[in-house]
């Protein structure tokens, strides 16, 4: 256990260092904050084996000792929380959103208010591998070694916000597109 999670500690630490590195070619704002956003996930990510290692070395040094059984647990739960934190639902780099398909609501994360879900609100648009600025390819090695699932996505929580980015994303002139040729 205590050598894979070094290894993993090793790993996430270089591949920070790599994003780190990779956001200085950034051309855009929202790729330089993706590249932020991960790297602030590795730190927590990190953080989080080196809990786990703690808690496994205090564990091996209380076997047979009236501490090993709370040793085990505190090890349990750090290894627990790894588990419900990064490996059950994919982290967000860019825009969260949460669905409650039971009650068939939505969470606006813009204003903090759940509302009905009475169309295909919100809309999730990913981001394309070309905009991130290399890290579409970190992301994926990063998954491979972690098994952490992560998601760039841009959420809209109107048609007119989703349409308008599209516009925006396009650089295409909506007059031009819909101008009637001979009127003007």
Known sequence: MAHNTLMLIAQLSGLRILVLANRLGCDTERARAVHDRLAAKLAEMIQAQRNILAADRARVASRG?????????????????????WLIEPVALLDEYLVDDLTNEYFDFNTGEWHRRDSDIPIVVPVPADKLCGLAKIIAEIED?????FSVENVYYSEAEAEAAWWESTGANRDEVFAVPGRS
């Open 65 to 85: 000792t009236e501490d090993e059984e709370d040793a085990f647990y505190d090890l349990r739960h750090y290894q627990t929380a790894w588990y419900e934190t």
């Open 145 to 149: 070694i972690s098994g952490v699932r």
